[in-house]
């Protein structure tokens, strides 16, 4: 969604630049000058720019490594749910009625534990993965900073996702060769 909305303000800047860029040169060439007002930027898939960091496949390794973690605690639990529940099954009429409801709470109060111990590992996950993942933006967008200026971009395009279906190469520059190089040679 938010690259939704990033998409849909640089196409609203551009509108806004082109009318502007339009009134301006309608008024040079009523003047007799002409001026080029057409504005250069690059555009890239960020997701291939991101795999192709050598960071990145130790990045992924750790993160499903911690999930391997986590799914094994789940099964674990899962496990010892299930044998609990299939000795209260198996004694069930044999139980007196207030062992019974001891059982039951226990097996209630278990459940309600392995699904908040589930979905908290899920937290823990997508925060993990975000504080790993945290340093490899950061270098992604410092280099897209060097190369935007270097090469006098207005601004960088992230083409992931179907965002922008079409770049007009005469303004528009792939720069996904030059971030994959430079990403490989540092």
């Keep these: 969604m938010k690259r939704f909305f990033l998409v849909l303000i640089s196409f609203i800047s551009l509108a806004v630049y082109a009318q502007t860029s339009d009134a301006v040169v309608a008024q040079a060439d009523t003047v007799g000058q002409s001026k080029n007002c057409m504005m250069k ?48 099954l198996d004694g069930l009429s044999e139980f007196p009625p207030t062992i019974m409801k001891k059982r ?22 997508a925060s993990a993965e975000a504080e790993v993942m945290a ?18 971009f207005a601004f960088i395009i992230n083409t992931d996702n179907y965002a922008c279906p079409f ?20």
């Design 41 to 88: 930027f690059g555009c890239l898939s960020y997701d291939a720019a991101l795999k192709s960091m050598p960071e990145y496949a130790v990045a992924q390794k750790n993160i499903q490594d911690l999930k391997a973690k986590y799914d094994a605690e789940m099964k674990r639990v899962e496990e010892e749910f299930n044998k609990k529940y299939e000795n209260f």
């Design 104 to 125: 039951q709470a226990e097996l209630q109060e278990m459940l309600t534990k392995n699904i908040a111990f589930k979905n908290e590992s899920k937290r823990l996950l």
């Design 167 to 186: 770049v007009n190469p005469a303004q528009g520059e792939d720069i996904n060769d030059i971030v994959k190089t430079t990403l490989q040679g540092k």
């Design 135 to 152: 340093p490899l933006h950061k270098k992604l967008a410092e280099l897209l900073k060097i190369i935007g200026n270097d090469r006098g």
